[in-house]
Structures are given as structure tokens and as C-alpha cells.
């Protein structure tokens, strides 16, 4: 049966290819595409994961505590496919800092990259006005905004554009629910900048400089990036 990863264990795939013959005009398939899913394993993110497959991307189906749903979505992605070995489960605690700088490392071991990243994955544990607290506000902090981070981060370091603009998209899902991180918007501007953006990345700076009360390099970038815009 497929065993859920918590680090990778498996070499890179590689897409089979057909040797060109004299005289064929039969070209090399395109390589495969992996997409990571967060929050695979029901819901909205089970969905994604399918729509995926059903595009012919490999998916690579994380999942918290639902082990026994993440294993049927990974068969149904291979289903869909028609590729065995084209899905499989990662186990990994989005709140737990370790856990979540592993889990982009064990996709990129088991499938030899990751094109596109889906951040499905949320807690929405229920509180109200007498039962809310600092230990229930940090605990949906860690998984809603601080794995979100954690992920941009490990994919600036793949230092690929591709994944820089991913990266982009992970920050600004962050950004709407903590937005007053510097750190944020320096992780940002890494990311932009890797992207090639030099306006928005300056921009970006200038967000973390006034946020971390430095008003004359916050108002320098900010002119920089507007003069760039131009």
C-alpha cells in the first residue's frame, strides 16, 4: 500500500521518454508538472487535488490527521491519470515549524520539483468572545499565516522564478490575514525581486522599512518603486 511521507524517501521522476528514430517525426512528451496541495485530503482541497490529476499534473496530497482520506485522494488522482506513482500522501502539522520546513524538501525528493503550489489547508477551530485566548490565537496564527510564510521561504530558496512567483501568491494570501509583519514583506521583496518584478520588490521594502519605524528608507523605496512604475 503507499506509505505517507513525512520526509522523502523516493528518487526524482523522471518522465519516460521515447528515443527519436530515423525518419520519426515523434517528439519527446513534456515533462511532467507536480503541484503540492495543501489540505488535500477532503473538502475544497480533495477537489483541487482531483482537478489536478484530471489535467494530468502529479499531486502531491498533504494532509494533517486524515491519513485514510489523503491515501483514497492520492488513488483517485492516479486514477485519473492513469499513472501509477503520479500522486502521493505527505503528513505534516502545518502549526509545528519543523514539520513545515520539511514538507516542500520531501515533495521536491519524491518528484524531482514542484510547479505549482496550493495553500488549501486552514484551521477553523470555532471560538467566540469568552472563550478566546492567546493560546487559541497563536495556534491558528502558526497554521493560517506562519506555514503560508514558512513555504514562500522554502520556495524563494529554490531561487527559480517559477517558484518565486508562487511565492508572491503564498505572501499575499499571508498578507490578508497578519499584514503588519515585517518579515512578511522582506520575504516579499526577496520573492519579487527573484521574479525579475524590481518595482514591487522595492516597494515591498519600503512596506517592511515604515513597519519596523525606519520612515526615511520606508519614503527612499517607496519613490524608487513609483518612479520605476512609470
Not at 520556495?155 to 518565486?164: P, Q, S
Request: aromatic share 6%.
Amino acid at each position: 500500500g503507499r506509505l505517507a511521507h513525512n520526509v522523502g524517501a523516493h528518487p526524482p521522476i523522471v518522465p519516460d521518454r521515447l528515443p527519436n528514430m530515423p525518419g520519426s517525426t515523434s517528439t519527446a512528451p513534456a515533462p511532467l508538472r507536480t503541484a503540492l496541495v495543501t489540505g488535500a485530503g477532503k473538502r475544497l482541497g480533495r477537489e483541487i487535488a482531483l482537478a489536478l490529476a484530471r489535467a494530468g499534473w502529479n499531486v502531491a496530497v498533504h494532509f494533517r490527521q486524515s491519513a485514510t482520506e489523503a491515501r483514497q485522494t492520492a488513488t483517485d488522482c492516479e486514477a485519473l491519470t492513469g499513472r501509477p506513482d503520479s500522486a502521493a500522501t505527505f503528513g505534516a502539522d502545518l502549526s509545528d515549524e519543523t514539520g513545515v520546513r520539511a514538507l516542500l524538501p520531501a515533495v521536491i525528493v519524491r518528484f524531482g520539483s514542484v510547479d505549482a503550489f496550493v495553500n488549501s489547508a486552514s484551521l477553523f477551530e470555532h471560538d467566540d468572545a469568552p472563550s478566546f485566548g492567546f493560546a487559541a490565537m497563536e495556534k491558528h496564527l502558526r497554521s493560517n499565516t506562519g506555514a503560508p510564510i514558512l513555504l514562500a521561504q522554502a520556495l524563494i530558496g529554490t531561487e527559480t522564478k517559477a517558484n518565486a512567483l508562487q511565492a508572491v501568491r503564498m505572501l499575499r494570501q499571508a498578507e490578508r490575514s497578519e499584514g503588519t509583519m515585517p518579515s512578511l514583506f522582506k520575504f516579499l521583496s526577496m520573492a519579487y525581486g527573484l521574479a525579475g518584478d524590481v518595482p514591487r520588490a522595492e516597494l515591498a521594502t519600503a512596506e517592511a522599512a515604515f513597519l519596523q519605524g525606519d520612515k526615511q528608507l520606508a519614503i527612499s523605496k517607496a519613490k524608487s518603486a513609483q518612479s520605476r512604475f512609470k
